[in-house]
């Protein structure tokens, strides 16, 4: 069995991967990272992670992994994996979470993929039919989008508000307004692979981008899980 680690910005994403699938999922708050092996129940045989979230928390990763018994591998960006070859000016620059994301989407889907990871940031990469990343963005996720207004001005909100076609209302404007941003974004990336590619949408804010995209698209939990679950098989 193999533990498999997302570590970003905000929280820890695990799940364990038996060869065949997945026996469990979660997410779990830094705060109580210390609980992860009790709630691990049985001991697995080794420890696949990445991490964006810093050396500290890196450290108390490897401490837990000490202290589980269980082997750790770090996945790192590279310049070829699993099938996908990295197009990025620098490689290892890219992060390590988008690499395990875009190892998940050639595996998943053979073709040309735009793929979407929508948490604190939103990125948004392009994988051509030959499994080469072609380059991607980075932006605001949407709960930072509206916080930014609410941070840097003086009247608006942290807004509360749904997406509207055409709102009648601030926080509904500015609900509308970080969607159709991240929306316009999508659409533009996907441009540059023609009408036939698949958006794989992934993220605690796919719910949200989703109704509202006119693509061909398919959400899937826990893509950067999915990629740590593929590589884990390579080494």
Known sequence: MILCLDAGNTRLKYGLFDGAGWLKQRALDYARLDDLPSRLREKPARIVACNVAGEELRGRIEAL?????????????????????????????????????????????????????????TTIDALDDKGLFRG??????????????????????????????????????IVSGAIHATLGAIERMQATLGADALCL??????????PHLGLPHRLVDNLVLEGLAVYSATI
């Not at 709960?143 to 209302?169: I, K, V, W």
């Open 65 to 121: 992994a000490a202290q589980i018994g269980a082997p750790l591998d770090w996945l790192a960006s590279s310049f070829t994996a699993c099938g996908v070859t990295n197009g990025y000016d620098n490689p290892r620059q890219l992060g390590a979470d988008r690499w395990a994301a875009l190892i998940a989407a050639r595996a998943l889907h053979p073709g040309p993929c735009l793929v979407v990871m929508a948490g604190t940031a």
């Open 136 to 173: 991607g963005l980075i932006l605001p996720g949407l709960s930072l989008m509206r916080a930014a207004l609410a941070r840097n001005t003086a009247d608006l909100p942290y807004a509360a508000g749904h997406y509207q076609p055409q709102p009648t209302n601030t926080d509904d404007a």
């Open 201 to 210: 949408l992934s993220g605690g804010a796919a719910a949200d981008l989703a």
